[in-house]
C-alpha cells in the first residue's frame, strides 16, 4: 500500500453537513422544543391559576352595603335619661336591631318601594346579623347620638350580595332556605332607590373572623396580626441561631466524622415534611413544656425549626463563596480568626445570608400543616394584645384562615379564602422581591 493509495480518498469539508451532523442537530432542535413546551405549560398553568384566584377573590375586597337613616330612640336605649354608660351597656343587640327593622321600613315607605308582601323578618333579613352590633358599638361609643336621627351603614347578608356579585340568582334563591327571589326583588329595588351600594371593603383586611351565620363581616385582621407575630419570632431566632451554626460549621468546626453526620442531618432536616414538625412542636411545646394551644409563641417556635435548616443551608453557601484569599490576606496582615471572620467573610457574605433567610420567611409564612396540628385552626374573634402578652394569647395565621373558610358551607367564604390567597401571594411577591433586591444591589463577583 503507497502513500498515493492512502490519501485517494477526497477529504471531507468542515462546511459540509453530512448525516451525522445533522441527526445531532435535529436532537437540539427537539431539546429546545421540548424545554420551550415544559417552560410554556408551566405559565399556562401559572396563568390558569392567577385568573381563577383572582376571578373568584377579587370579590372579597368589595361588599354589599344598606344605607339609611336610624332613629336612636331615647326611649329604648336610655329610659333613665341619664345616659349612664353602665345603664347603656345593658341595652342588648335585639331592642338595637328593633330600631334598625323600623327604621328600614320607614325608609323603604318614604322611598315608595314595595315590599312584595314581605314580612318585617325578610326585610330585616336583608341585612346582615352583624348590624345591631355595629350600631351598639357606635352608641357606646358616642351615647350623645341617642335621641338624633343618624345615618347608619351595614353590610347586607351574603345572599345579597352574591346576588349584585353575580353568585346568587333568583333562580338558585326559589331553592335557597337562607333568601327568596321576593327578597332580591326587594334588594334590586333598594339598589335602584341608592339605598343598597357596593363598596370597597377594607374591613376584609382589617376585621376579625365571624361565625358562619355572618360571613359578609369576616376579615383577615387576627389571621394577620398573628401571622406578623410568628413571622417576628422566626426573625428573632432563626437568624442569629441559623448564622452562628454556619459560620461554626464552614470556618470553625474539625472536618471529621461528627461535623460529616452534622450536616448530613441539617440537608435531611431540610427536606423533611411540614407536618412533621407540628408532630414535634405538639409533643415538646405543648405536652412536655405547657405552652398554651393557639398561641402565636408555639407557631413561631415550629416555623423557627422548619426554618433553620433552610437559612443554615443558604448561609454555608454565602460564606463559601467569599474567595478564600480574603481570609488569607486578613490573616496576612496580622488579623484574628475571628476578625477574618466577622470583619470580612461575613459581611461579604451578608447578600446571601439575607436572601437565605427571607426565602426562609416566605416559606414559613405559606405554611399551615404544622400550625394546625397545635391548634391554630380554632376560631378566634378577639384581637391578641401587643407583644409580650399577644404572644401567649389564642391566634390564627393566613394560610390557617384560608383553611378555616373553604371548610364552611356558606359559598362566601370560598370568596373569602380566595380572597385571603390574594393577600397571602402579595405578601410573599413582596418578600421575594425584597430577596431579589438584595442579592443584585449588595452582591459582589469575583
Not at 274 to 290: C, D, P, Q, R, T
Not at 366 to 371: I, N, T, W
Not at 402 to 416: C, H, I, K, N
Not at 435 to 446: G, K, Q
Request: hydrophobic letters at 50%.
Amino acid at each position: 500500500m503507497t502513500d498515493a493509495s492512502l490519501h485517494s480518498a477526497a477529504p471531507k469539508s468542515l462546511t459540509a453537513i453530512d448525516s451525522r451532523t445533522r441527526r445531532r442537530k435535529a436532537a437540539e432542535t427537539r431539546f429546545r422544543l421540548l424545554g420551550l413546551g415544559a417552560v410554556s405549560l408551566g405559565l399556562v398553568a401559572l396563568v390558569f391559576l392567577l385568573i381563577s384566584i383572582l376571578g373568584n377573590g377579587l370579590g372579597a375586597f368589595k361588599q354589599t352595603r344598606v344605607e339609611f337613616p336610624v332613629f336612636l330612640d331615647a326611649a329604648v336605649l336610655d329610659k333613665s335619661g341619664t345616659g349612664d354608660p353602665a345603664a347603656l351597656k345593658k341595652i342588648t343587640t335585639i331592642a338595637y336591631g328593633k330600631l334598625i327593622q323600623k327604621a328600614l321600613e320607614a325608609e323603604l315607605t318614604a322611598k315608595g318601594i314595595d315590599t312584595l308582601g314581605l314580612s318585617s323578618k325578610d326585610i330585616l333579613g336583608l341585612m346582615s346579623k352583624e348590624a345591631p352590633a355595629e350600631l351598639r358599638d357606635r352608641v357606646l361609643a358616642d351615647p350623645a347620638l341617642i335621641g338624633q336621627t343618624v345615618p347608619f351603614s351595614s353590610f347586607a347578608t351574603s345572599r345579597v350580595d352574591g346576588f349584585f356579585k353575580g353568585r346568587v340568582t333568583l333562580e338558585t334563591a326559589a331553592r335557597d332556605a337562607n333568601i327568596s327571589p321576593e327578597q332580591l326583588k326587594v334588594a334590586q329595588a333598594m339598589k335602584d332607590a341608592g339605598m343598597i351600594a357596593t363598596k370597597l371593603n377594607l374591613a376584609f383586611l382589617t376585621a376579625s373572623d365571624s361565625s358562619e351565620l355572618r360571613p359578609e363581616a369576616a376579615g383577615l385582621g387576627v389571621a394577620a396580626l398573628g401571622s406578623a407575630y410568628m413571622m417576628l419570632i422566626v426573625l428573632v431566632l432563626s437568624l442569629p441561631i441559623g448564622v452562628a451554626t454556619s459560620i461554626y460549621l464552614e470556618e470553625m468546626a474539625p472536618k471529621n466524622k461528627w461535623t460529616d453526620m452534622i450536616e448530613v442531618n441539617i440537608a435531611n432536616l431540610a427536606a423533611v415534611p411540614s407536618i412533621v414538625y407540628g408532630i414535634l412542636a405538639l409533643a415538646l411545646f405543648i405536652n412536655f413544656m405547657g405552652l398554651p394551644q393557639s398561641a402565636s409563641i408555639v407557631g413561631g417556635l415550629v416555623l423557627t425549626l422548619m426554618t433553620l435548616p433552610t437559612i443554615i443551608i443558604a448561609t454555608r453557601a454565602a460564606l463559601k463563596a467569599v474567595p478564600p484569599s480574603i481570609r488569607d490576606a486578613a490573616l496576612g496582615v496580622g488579623a484574628s480568626k475571628m476578625q477574618s471572620i466577622f470583619h470580612h467573610v461575613l459581611p461579604l457574605a451578608m447578600p446571601g445570608i439575607l436572601t437565605g433567610t427571607i426565602l426562609g420567611l416566605a416559606r414559613a409564612l405559606g405554611e399551615s400543616a404544622p400550625l394546625l396540628l397545635i391548634g391554630m385552626v380554632a376560631f378566634v374573634k378577639d384581637f391578641p394584645a401587643a407583644p409580650p402578652e399577644g404572644l401567649l394569647q389564642p391566634a390564627t395565621a393566613l394560610p390557617v384562615q384560608v383553611y378555616q373558610w373553604t371548610q364552611r358551607s356558606d359559598p362566601a367564604f370560598v370568596e373569602r379564602a380566595s380572597g385571603a390567597i390574594i393577600v397571602l401571594l402579595v405578601f410573599l411577591l413582596i418578600m421575594n422581591a425584597v430577596a431579589i433586591i438584595l442579592r443584585r444591589r449588595f452582591e459582589r463577583r469575583w
